[in-house]
């Protein structure tokens, strides 16, 4: 009956794939939002041209059911070789069955092939203990801390690119 959901990289031209992860942004954002009480954050403000400009210029993976999107995650890779991840958003409905392990498994593969990224890094807010622990989960660990205001701390969390998930030995859907 169910259908399986499927990971791949958004293309740097794809409109639809824009526009669904941008919406998507915006709904899964919103508790972070609420959890801060700061409605401006940039996940909640960005602009289609500067999400097309990251699918341009880094790697963007999304999570598809059919056709729609229901997951995504960004990363890019500095000069050092950092892999810096982030927007990992889940659909609501998708959240607590793996799907963001997964994408995140994911973009740690792509990014890690032939050694270009040794080291990846991503942050998330101090009260965000879902996301602390899904990174915890997947071997980040916490780097540094830095104070944005009297309700925001950002963790930064990071791991070596030896620790990054193996390559599947086969391919399976879910």
């Not at 959901?5 to 919103?30: F, G, M, P, R, W």
């Not at 602390?132 to 205001?149: C, E, F, I």
């Not at 990054?164 to 030995?169: E, I, Q, V």
């Amino acid at each position: 009956m169910g259908m399986s959901v499927t990971i791949s990289e958004a293309a740097a031209d794809d409109q639809d794939a824009a526009e669904q992860i941008l919406k998507l942004q915006y709904l899964c954002y919103q508790s972070e939002a609420e959890l801060y009480g700061d409605y401006s954050i940039e996940p909640l403000t960005q602009s289609l041209d500067s999400l097309k400009a990251e699918l341009a210029g880094g790697t963007v993976l999304v999570a598809r059911l059919g056709t729609e999107v229901v997951a995504s995650v960004r990363a890019s890779v500095d000069g050092t070789g950092t892999a810096r991840v982030g927007k990992l958003v889940v659909h609501p409905r998708m959240q607590r069955h793996g799907l963001g392990g997964r994408l995140l498994d994911a973009i740690e593969r792509r990014l890690g092939e032939g050694g270009a990224a040794r080291r990846f890094e991503l942050f998330t807010g101090h009260r965000s203990e879902s996301n602390l622990q899904l990174y915890r989960k997947h071997g980040y660990a916490p780097v540094s801390t830095r104070r944005v205001d009297e309700k925001l701390t950002v963790v930064t969390l990071a791991k070596d690119a030896t620790d990054a998930a193996p390559a599947p030995a086969f391919v399976a859907s879910a």
